[in-house]
Each structure stands twice: as C-alpha cells, then as structure tokens.
T-cell receptor, first 114, second 112 residues
Framework: GAVVSQHPSWVICKSGTSVKIECRSLDFQATTMFWYRQFPKQSLMLMATSNEGSKATYEQGVEKDKFLINHASLTLSTLTVTSAHPEDSSFYIC??????????FGDGTRLSIL | QKEVEQNSGPLSVPEGAIASLNCTYSDRVSQSFFWYRQYSGKSPELIMSIYSNGDKEDGRFTAQLNKASQYVSLLIRDSQPSDSATYLCAVNILGNTDKLIFGTGTRLQVFP
C-alpha cells in the first residue's frame, strides 16, 4: 500500500519551456501532497505543501508564480515549472500522506533545462 | 545551527556487521521522527517512524529515540551490500505536523 506515482521520470527541454509534473496517490486518498527539490549531493528541500481544494503553501524563497501547484483531487497534484531556465534543473520529488500518517514519495522527476 | 544534522559519511561497514546511523535535531518539541533510505538517483523510501522515547524494532532495523538528548538513531543489523544507500533523517516541525525537515543524509557503504 501507499503507492505514489510521479510522471514523467525524465524531462529534457529548452530554456523558456513550461513543464508539468504529475503526482498521483494510487491506493489511498492524499489529504496533503508535498513538492520537494533536490540538487546533487544535497538533501530534500521542501518547496510547497498542497492540500486538496485549497491554495498551496509555499516555502520562503520559492516563487509561487514560477512553480504553479494544483491539487484538484485527493489523488492528484501537479507542479508546473513555468518558463524554465537552466538553474531550474534539478530532481523534483512529490510525496503524499493521509491524515497523520508518514509521507510516501513518488519516484521523482529529473528535469534538465538546456 | 542546522535543524537536523547528520554525519555525511561515508560510513563503511563489512557485510554482516551492525551499521549505526545518528541524527540530532534542534527543535525540542518535535514529535515525529522518520528514517528514509535513498538509493542514488532514486526518491526516498520510508524505513522507520518513531514517536516516543526508546527503541522500535522492525526486522533488521531498530530506531532509537532520546528526546532529552534530541537524538535519534537507526541501527541496521546483519548489514547487506543492498543496504548501501543514503539514509535521511527527517523530523517534524513545531506548529505544523505536516512539514518535515530533512537532514543531509549519511551515505552507508556495506562491503562484502
């Protein structure tokens, strides 16, 4: 149980492109989903917390107009990186939880902006 | 001071030995503590969660929590080469039980 699916696994695109990443909880309803970013040899950095049907809460220093988060249902959240640039290249990971249970992570999306 | 601190390692242990991974945290009122395993290029996988002082055992893994010392550890018995990974300690943050702060991780190498 507690399977989280993330798609796509890899994205390579040109600078200025917008990229959408999907995160789905497959066998449970996720009351909260989280989006993290991880640069090489660094730990996970929380970008935003998303509750179904409400606006995401962004961490300090994360531009909400650049990283658009939509959590339209209890099983799906999306992160759109708008007008991506090379400095946005990173490993983006979503996680999901229900109630007070631990977070479970998706497989991550490796984003490379040329 | 970082909120969650771990020795980056690598920690090298021979196959069959006990690997001991340590983590300290700064928020005295944190309530929930987690250990995640992350293989290179992969996302974290939950190994253990612990909420009260003492030991919690699950198979070859034992988590130990000492809130007075603000210290949480993970012991891996009978270490296997497949245990080689980065182990992330995560702690909840006061005021928002949903928000986890991760340490930078300890890289474990188990050699045959």
């Amino acid at each position: 149980g507690a399977v989280v699916s993330q798609h796509p696994s890899w994205v390579i695109c040109k600078s200025g492109t917008s990229v959408k990443i999907e995160c789905r909880s497959l066998d449970f309803q996720a009351t909260t989903m989280f989006w993290y970013r991880q640069f090489p040899k660094q730990s996970l950095m929380l970008m935003a917390t998303s509750n179904e049907g409400s606006k995401a809460t962004y961490e300090q220093g994360v531009e909400k107009d650049k990283f658009l988060i939509n959590h339209a249902s209890l099983t799906l959240s999306t992160l759109t990186v708008t007008s991506a640039h090379p400095e946005d290249s990173s490993f983006y990971i979503c996680s999901a939880r229900t109630g007070e249970k631990p977070q479970h992570f998706g497989d991550g999306t490796r984003l490379s902006i040329l | 001071q970082k909120e969650v601190e771990q020795n980056s390692g690598p920690l090298s242990v021979p196959e069959g030995a006990i690997a001991s991974l340590n983590c300290t945290y700064s928020d005295r009122v944190s309530q929930s503590f987690f250990w995640y395993r992350q293989y290179s290029g992969k996302s974290p996988e939950l190994i253990m969660s612990i909420y009260s002082n003492g030991d919690k055992e699950d198979g070859r893994f034992t988590a130990q929590l000492n809130k007075a010392s603000q210290y949480v550890s993970l012991l891996i018995r009978d270490s296997q080469p497949s245990d080689s990974a980065t182990y992330l300690c995560a702690v909840n943050i006061l005021g928002n039980t949903d928000k986890l702060i991760f340490g930078t991780g300890t890289r474990l190498q188990v050699f045959p």
